[in-house]
C-alpha cells in the first residue's frame, strides 16, 4: 500500500499537534489541506507543509459552523482531491470547578470537541465509503478515558468523542475505512501551557512548578512531544487492521 497521492485534512493544523500531523503526513507523500481558525498560524503550516514538496492547501476553519465545513470540503476536494484522511484534531480545554462550570462552557466543549468531528466526519465518510478506504483519526485525550477533576466539560466531551470512535468503527468495519482515536495525556502545546497559567494564577505556583505538576499527572511523569502524537497517527494510516483502537500515549 502507498499513502503517496492520498490526500488528508487536519484540522486544528496551525500549531502543536496538528502542525506535527500534518509535517508528518506530508512527509509520508500524502497531499495536505490545513484547517485551523487562525489564518496566520495555518499559513506557516502551510508554508513548512509546501516546503516537504507535496501540494497543500490553506483552510482558516470554524469547526462549529456546517455551513463552512460543507464549504472546506468542496474546497479541498476542487483542489487536492477525495479527502482520503480525516485528522479532527481541534479542541478545546477549559478548567473549572464543577460548581462554576457554567452552560455556556459547557456547550462550547460539546460544540468543539464532538459536534465538530461528527460534522466534518459526516461531510468526507460517504467518499471513503464509496472508494473503500479511508481513515478518520479522531485526537481524544486520557481524560476521555479516565476522566479528572476541575475538568468536567472536556472530560465528557472527550468521552463522547472516544465514544463515537468506537461506534462509527463498528459501523464501516469490513468497508476499507477505519475509525481511531488516539487519547494522549498531557502534552507539550500552548493548551498545557496555558493551563500551567491558569494553574499559577490561582495557587501561587511558579509556572514551572505547574508544568512539573501537570507532567506527573502522566502515568510516564513526562509531558507527551507534539511529534509522538504524530508518529502514533502515522502508524494508523499504515494499519489496516486497527480499527476502533483508543490509541493510548501516556509518556511510559
Known sequence: MSLKGRVALVTGGGRGIGREVALACAREGLAV??????????DDTVSAVRRLGVETLALPLDVTDAEAIAAAVRAVSD??????VLVNNA??????????????????????????????TREVLPR????RWGRVINVASL?????????????????????????LAMEV??????????????????????GARTIAAK???????????MARINPGGRLIEPAEVAAAAVKL???????GETVILDGS
Open 79 to 84: 483542489a487536492l482531491g477525495p479527502i482520503d
Open 203 to 213: 495557587t501561587g505556583k511558579s509556572f514551572d512548578e505547574a508544568v512539573q505538576a
Open 91 to 120: 479542541g478545546i480545554a477549559e478548567s473549572a470547578p464543577f460548581a462554576k462550570t457554567d452552560p455556556a462552557l459547557w456547550e462550547r466543549h460539546l460544540s468543539v470537541n464532538v459536534t465538530g468531528p461528527f460534522l466534518l
Open 33 to 42: 489541506a490545513v484547517a485551523a481558525r487562525t489564518k496566520s498560524q495555518v
Open 143 to 167: 481524560a476521555g478515558l479516565y476522566g479528572a477533576p476541575y475538568i468536567t466539560a472536556y472530560a465528557t466531551s472527550k468521552h463522547a468523542l472516544v465514544g463515537f470512535t468506537r461506534a
Open 128 to 131: 471513503m465509503l464509496e472508494r
Open 237 to 243: 494510516l499504515w494499519d489496516e487492521g486497527s480499527n
Open 173 to 194: 468495519a469490513g468497508k476499507g475505512v477505519t475509525v481511531n482515536a488516539l487519547c494522549p495525556g498531557y502534552v507539550a502545546t500552548d493548551l498545557t501551557w496555558n
